[in-house]
């Protein structure tokens, strides 16, 4: 049997050479301020994988996306056993653009921080008197550059990105800036409309992109899924106020409360977040988490 052995490890996330495809396995590690937390979420990365399959087949109408199968006995026999099943990937190998998609449909976080400020989120200026965690007029798409681990990204304008990708794809980059905030918008509309009408609010998500062998823009990595979007219920929806979330946002609240925890959760905590995590599950596919 070939032996595998990651060739790039993220905080969550490991990522297998499988020749002409990838094999991304979403582990049960959960990270916070951009610092791996000691504690595991069983089954994290199995529902998070299963989230963004259930994204992916949504959207492909809008654009193609990387994902091959999630089906472990499709993948080499190295990876048919319960370690990685359920939360392995088989992807199309992409060159990823060095840009994180972000769209916000409401004004919530470090959005609502600035916008308190000046009246902007990343400098795009929104209409006065938005209360905490209301909806805006229209989404919108604020980038940013992807950085290294230990270090925060970056929030840019869509005139920088433009630049961005101008400097790594010459003569390529308004098209490919244009591409992916236009499809950025057009996924998050037609998911978030899909998820309200299931009981949750998508407040903000972020994608990635890449280009296949032909050029073409797909969507990456993972999708919609709690770690890198922001759901709140909808029921008990109220702007004017912070929301509970079904993400990793009480983990953050938690830390930010006990400051000398050096990043180890108590049981309590891991536990919620898991059951928020299979909760969203359920609503958004309509099956329980096995």
């Known amino acids: 049997m070939q032996e595998f052995s990651p060739i790039k490890e993220g905080k969550v996330r490991e990522v297998y050479d499988n020749g002409d495809s990838l ?29 963004s399959k259930f994204w992916f087949d949504f959207t492909s109408d809008i654009i193609p996306n990387h994902m091959i199968t999630t089906d472990v006995k499709e993948m080499p026999e190295f990876f048919q056993n319960d370690r990685f099943d359920g939360n392995s990937m088989m992807c199309r190998k992409l060159e990823m653009l060095p840009i994180e998609c972000i769209v916000r449909g409401y004004i919530t976080g470090s959005g609502w921080a600035s916008y308190k400020e000046n009246g902007t989120v990343c400098g795009i200026k929104l209409p006065e008197g938005l209360k905490e965690s209301e909806k805006l007029p229209e989404p919108i798409y604020t980038p940013s550059t992807k950085a290294d681990i230990g270090l925060h990204d970056e929030n840019i ?5 433009i630049e961005v990708l101008e400097e790594k794809f010459p003569g390529k980059g308004l098209e490919y800036a244009t591409k992916i905030k236009d499809a950025t918008i057009a996924l998050y509309k037609k998911c978030a409309d899909y998820a309200l009408s299931k009981g949750i609010i998508i407040a903000d998500t972020k994608f990635e992109f890449g280009l296949d062998e032909n050029g073409n823009v797909v969507i990456g990595d993972e999708m919609l899924t709690p770690d890198s979007s922001r759901f709140w219920p909808l029921e008990g929806y109220e702007a004017g106020k912070g929301q509970p979330s079904f993400d990793k946002q009480f983990v953050r609240d938690w830390l ?12 309590e905590v891991v536990n919620k977040t898991i059951d928020k995590y299979k909760e969203a599950f359920a609503l958004l596919t309509g099956k329980d988490f096995e």
Do not use: C, H, W
Not at 25 to 48: C, E, M, P, Q
Not at 157 to 161: A, G, N, T, V
């Open 157 to 161: 304008s869509f005139e920088r990105s």
């Open 23 to 51: 094999i991304i396995v979403a582990t049960d590690r959960i990270s916070a301020f951009d610092v791996i937390l000691k504690n595991k979420v069983t089954k994290k990365g199995a529902i998070l994988t299963q989230m």
């Open 256 to 267: 930010k409360a006990n400051p000398e925890s050096d990043y180890l959760l108590p049981d």
